[in-house]
């Protein structure tokens, strides 16, 4: 029989990949125990199960998972094998790490002469499975490569190879044979180093380079419960083997017996009490998902389904079952629209199964993350609209948080043959898909833009991100020694607030979660309890304390030091024109300019120095927006490095009168952003963002207001974003805006709300 070495090489991949490769190797280890199973002498090199593999940073953003590719050399065996299979998981078709395979299979090649290399997919099903063909294998410099499901196809290889003479066919297809799934052997986990491998996915784990709806902290182990799907997405790789022609079982899956002594070796012999169940659709027989949960409560597992469930597949009982035992549930809606869901993706569903088990997650307490996608071929504005409306309305009703992803054309699927057919295709990826799915939409749609569903995803996203309450400002005092042409609290009267009955309302926030403050006025450094407030906020535990002064206390250096050194974490200071005349017409105070600009020059420098945030706040009105790049330079000049753009809002002492045209002013911003965003990072606050077209993220703080709780001296408490609301409506261009789901529309002035009134209701 033949000496096989079977190598699962480093993966290098975009630090934005999709799917799970820290478990690439689990089909490698299905493989090993096909071969051994056939009576071959196996060997296994596994990157990720060495002493010291981890998650490695590497230049221009890509990652590696593993040890490095010298190391790996280094652990070959002396004694040369027959035959040499290197896995090919998805992440190695990315053009950089498809270069350093080739590198691999050259080194291979010397260091075994006499060997016969095979490259292959070790698939066992997955999501994300990219099609490949016999030029990649030349290109590559492997002998044979075996597609699909090289636990069944290698040891006929092998068989071959033996028995000779050699195969003509040098790319091998493996489809589901009629093997019983149940007959396969357990994967070789006594092959792989086990304590090296829950190290290593610990050091993933600890290292977090992307979100995860799952945590990785060990001992855990992947499993695959069944393989394929009798579904057709249009978007999905499942069966692979399908779309190349190939005739086989749509769908397996293992019984309950062979669960039940799966479950018991993991447990028994590696003390792994978690699995990441890695099943295409684990609930697509109706017993399937049942007899799993009874394996999970006969050794007491805890489970774990990155993979998206169908809803209408789904029991009120399976759910109440996952309780304690799941972290998370996820299930795979992909569209609001019916159209859509079921013509265009064909996903055949239910729509309103989506709701009703995020109703069950919600009465049993178990959390939900439901899969969204946006950008389908001839999916139109409305409906795209469609799904982000429903995907926050879901989470805003049932905190089922929204996974939303891009249409990615991947080789192979419908969705690829359509998008080349009909050539939709912005930017071509076949091979590097990972940074796509989240961050790039490739398609053109019928209606939209590539920019714009960019854009809806992120403000989407932000709402979600930003929906917890958590900072509290505080207004200390209405004092002020500016009098500012448009500040929002000028019309109140000058007086401080009361500071114990701050502190309480401080304690009172902090025990509901609040972590974040922010000090304001008025002007906070005119308050003599200021150093008081900011010490206890600190004490309270408060992560960061911001201060937002117009700097003329700081002009005299030891108040400057003395306001640094208070406990804060930031400090914004507001400077509203680029010289003496506009600053001053704006805040009708003689003298301010200079003092704001030594406040500037002792307190900047210093906040450096102590590890604090510093940063300047304008806002725009008519007299400081011709002259706003003029603004930029000074900033330049003066060292800031953080920019808070401010447009104006119907309160306070502003007026209409003081408002610049907000679309002409936008386009000065851009300009400014153009011009000086490489050495400031600018903010843009309370501005539409479909002022800011291609800008969309300089805007996306504004919608932080949600988190944020301002406390006026009366105490009386609003939350930010709703208190802005009351002045702020959706006209009829807001209706097909795809950013309409976190902005609330325009802000309005009283008198022409009066006007309107009058023209609507009479007098």
């Known amino acids: 029989m033949s000496r096989a070495l079977l190598v699962q090489p480093p993966l290098l991949l975009h630090a934005a990949y999709i799917d799970y490769p820290y478990f690439a190797s689990l089909g490698l280890w299905q493989a090993a125990a096909g071969l051994r199973a056939a009576g071959h002498q196996v060997q296994v090199l596994d990157a990720f199960a060495q002493a010291s593999s981890a998650l490695l940073r590497e230049r221009n953003g890509m990652i590696r998972l593993g040890i490095p590719m010298s190391g790996l050399l280094d652990k070959l065996p002396a004694q040369a094998p027959d035959v040499v299979v290197v896995g090919h998981s998805p992440w190695l078709r990315a053009t950089a790490a498809a270069e350093e395979l080739a590198r691999l299979a050259v080194q291979l090649r010397a260091r075994y002469p006499q060997a016969v290399l095979v490259l292959a997919d070790c698939d066992v099903g997955g999501m994300h499975y990219i099609e490949w063909g016999d030029p990649e294998r030349q290109e590559l410099g492997f002998d044979y490569a075996v597609k699909y499901e090289a636990d069944q196809q290698l040891p006929k290889l092998l068989k071959a190879l033996e028995e000779g003479p050699p195969p003509l066919e040098r790319t091998l297809l493996g489809p589901p044979g009629e093997q019983d799934l149940d007959e396969t052997a357990l994967p070789a986990y006594d092959l792989i180093d086990m304590q090296h491998f829950q190290r290593f996915l610990g050091r993933c784990a600890a290292a977090r380079p992307k979100q995860e709806i799952f945590d990785l902290a060990p001992p855990l182990m992947a499993v695959k419960t069944s393989r394929g799907c009798v579904y057709r997405c249009n978007f999905c790789t499942s069966n692979p083997w399908q779309r190349a022609g190939q005739t086989g079982k749509a769908y397996r899956r293992h019984g309950l017996d062979y669960l039940m002594h799966h479950g018991a070796l993991l447990k028994e012999r590696f003390g792994i009490t978690r699995w990441v169940v890695l099943d295409e659709l684990v609930n697509v027989h109706p017993g399937h998902l ?142 590097d898909i990972g940074p796509l799915f989240q961050g790039q939409p490739v398609l053109r749609g019928v209606d939209w833009t590539p920019a714009e569903l960019w854009a809806a995803k992120r403000v989407l996203e932000t709402k979600v991100e930003m929906w917890r309450p958590r900072k509290v400002i505080m207004n200390t005092t209405y004092i002020c020694n500016n009098h500012c042409v448009f500040c929002a609290t000028g019309n109140r009267s000058d007086w401080h607030g009361e500071t114990d009955k701050q502190i309480g309302f401080l304690r009172e926030r902090r025990l509901q979660g609040f972590d974040l403050c922010d000090f304001d006025g008025g002007e906070p450094t005119t308050n003599p309890d200021l150093f008081k407030l900011i010490r206890a906020a600190k004490d309270l535990g408060y992560q960061q304390i911001n201060l937002t002064s117009n700097g003329r206390m700081m002009a005299v250096e030891k108040n400057a030091e003395k306001v640094v050194r208070s406990g804060i974490t930031s400090l914004l200071v507001s400077l509203h024109g680029p010289n003496e005349e506009v600053h001053e017409l704006n805040v009708q105070a003689k003298g301010a300019f200079r003092q704001t600009i030594a406040g500037i020059r002792h307190a900047r420098p210093l906040c450096e120095k102590l590890g604090i945030d510093f940063g300047v706040n304008v806002t725009l009105t008519k007299i400081n927006a011709p002259v706003l790049l003029e603004y930029g330079q000074l900033l330049v000049d003066l060292g800031v490095k953080l920019c808070n753009v401010q447009f104006l809002t119907p309160f306070g002492r502003a007026s209409a009168e003081c408002q610049p045209d907000p679309g002409e002013v936008a386009a000065l911003v851009m300009q400014l952003i153009d011009q000086f965003g490489d050495r400031i990072k600018f903010q843009v606050i309370n501005l539409p963002l479909c002022y800011l077209p291609g800008y969309e993220e300089y805007g996306l703080s504004d919608i932080g207001k949600l988190q944020r709780h301002m406390i006026f001296v009366s105490l009386d408490d609003v939350n930010l974003f709703d208190y802005l609301q009351s002045r702020r409506r959706h006209e009829d261009k807001c209706k097909t805006c795809l950013l309409s789901t976190a902005c609330e529309g325009f802000y309005f002035w009283p008198d022409e709300w009066k006007d309107e009134a009058r023209q609507k209701f009479g007098d």
């Open 290 to 431: 049942e007899a799993l949960l009874d394996v999970a409560q006969a050794h007491d597992l805890q489970l774990d389904f990155p993979n998206g469930m169908r809803a209408d597949r789904l029991t009120e009982r399976e759910v109440e079952r996952m309780v304690g035992r799941v972290q998370v549930l996820s299930i795979s809606a992909e569209a609001a629209s019916e159209r859509v869901a079921n013509e265009v993706i064909g996903k055949r569903f239910d729509l309103e199964a989506t709701e009703r088990v995020a109703a069950w997650c919600q009465r049993a307490g178990l959390r939900l993350v439901i899969h969204w996608m946006i950008g389908q071929p001839t999916e139109t504005r409305s409906e795209i609209l469609l799904t982000l409306q429903t995907a926050w309305r879901m989470f805003e009703a049932y905190g089922a948080v929204p996974l939303l992803q891009f249409a990615t054309p991947i080789l192979g699927t419908e969705l690829h043959k359509t998008a080349t057919a009909q050539k939709l295709w912005t930017n071509r990826q076949d091979r």
